[in-house]
């Protein structure tokens, strides 16, 4: 079972849709959870992280965590054509005295116009 | 405030040689993660810095190293090259490694 999982998609929406994308890590300690958004040949741009269980809202994104479940997702409202892109999810945990960062292989998500 | 920056952009080596990636940190940040990513592997952690030490290492041989400098700075040297070294090598730095990363551009690597 890998460490972080994400469907790879790809995941097709119309633009000004609600885009779901969903990660499920497998270590019951993580403690903290970001999502990275990787356009095409650029690198990882952090847009949300997320330390509780519940929702997160920050504009159009809403970061929500399960740890019961052990899933975080992202939800994007009114998806727009340049929220094309690769989302990863990582997972954070404390591991003797420092942070063990995990990340997912990334969900490639297309708005459609 | 200035992002994380890496040098270079771009290289190209041959199999056997060896190679140095450069990577400054957002003022202020003292840790800096390296990350190995590939089409198949997706990203891969190399090694984190803090105040100068390797305080965490990931499943890479022995021929990745690295180094931070008093000023934060980090640099990352690949020896031996091989085919399979060919990837987008990403630095990321944290305020102190529990805090988000954020990540530069990128150094792309390739191997003849």
């Known amino acids: 079972q890998k460490e972080v999982e994400q469907n790879s998609g790809p995941l097709s929406v119309p633009e000004g849709a609600i885009a779901s994308l969903n990660c499920t890590y497998s270590?019951?300690?993580?403690?903290?959870f970001f999502w990275y958004r990787q356009y095409s040949g650029k690198s990882p741009e952090l847009i949300m992280f997320i330390y509780s269980n519940g929702d997160k809202e920050d504009g159009r994104f809403t970061a929500q965590l399960n740890k019961a479940s052990q899933y975080v997702s992202l939800l994007i409202r009114d998806s727009q054509p340049s929220d094309s892109a690769t989302y990863l999810c990582a997972v954070k945990r404390n591991s003797g005295g420092y942070q063990k960062v995990t990340f997912g292989t990334g969900t490639k998500l297309q708005v459609i116009p | 405030k200035a992002g994380v920056t890496q040098t270079p952009r771009y290289l190209i080596k041959t199999r056997g040689q060896q190679v140095t990636l450069s990577c400054s940190p957002i003022s202020g940040h003292r840790s800096v993660s390296w990350y190995q990513q590939t089409p198949g592997q997706g990203l891969q952690f190399l090694f984190e810095?803090?105040?100068?030490?390797?305080?965490n290492k990931g499943n890479f041989p022995g021929r990745f190293s690295g180094r931070q400098f008093s000023n934060s700075r980090s640099e990352m040297n690949v020896s031996t090259l091989e085919l399979g070294d060919s990837a987008l090598y990403l630095c990321?730095?944290?305020?102190?490694?529990?805090?988000?990363?954020?990540f530069g551009d990128g150094t792309r690597l390739s191997i003849l």
């Open positions: 990321a730095s944290s305020l102190d490694g529990f805090q988000p990363q954020h």
């Open positions: 810095y803090f105040s100068e030490t390797q305080r």
């Open positions: 270590d019951r300690g993580s403690q903290s």
